[in-house]
């Protein structure tokens, strides 16, 4: 059998990886409203298709029947929270900024 072997420079590589984030607020909250308008897009085309609507979850729902429609209620309300959430955290992260810079 072959053995890996990690050195600390493979290690750092993927910790690095994991805990990567964007840094820039503005860029933050472009990728939080892409984000959210694609997977909305997402559930729009599947319902005007006719068939089932499948969530990022991998879960599909059949929008003509109350239990499905309830299920894109529910889903789509957690889309629009998280949404807020990310977008209010890109908003306060610049207005932080911006009184940084003007107290410099």
């Known amino acids: 059998m072959s053995e890996i072997t990690f050195s600390r420079v493979h290690v750092e590589l993927i910790n690095q990886d994991k805990v990567a984030a964007v ?3 503005a860029f933050g909250s472009y990728i939080a409203t892409q984000t959210f308008f694609d997977a909305v897009s997402k559930i729009q085309r599947d319902i005007s298709e006719g068939g089932l609507v499948t969530f990022n979850t991998g879960q599909s729902v059949d929008p003509k029947t109350p239990g499905g429609l ?3 209620q529910i889903y789509m309300d957690s889309l629009n929270t998280a949404y807020q959430t990310m977008d209010g ?3 306060l992260g ?3 900024e911006k009184q940084v810079w003007k107290n410099i």
């Open 23 to 25: 840094a820039d607020f």
């Open 70 to 72: 309830l299920a894109i």
């Open 89 to 91: 955290l890109s908003k």
């Open 94 to 96: 610049l207005n932080i």
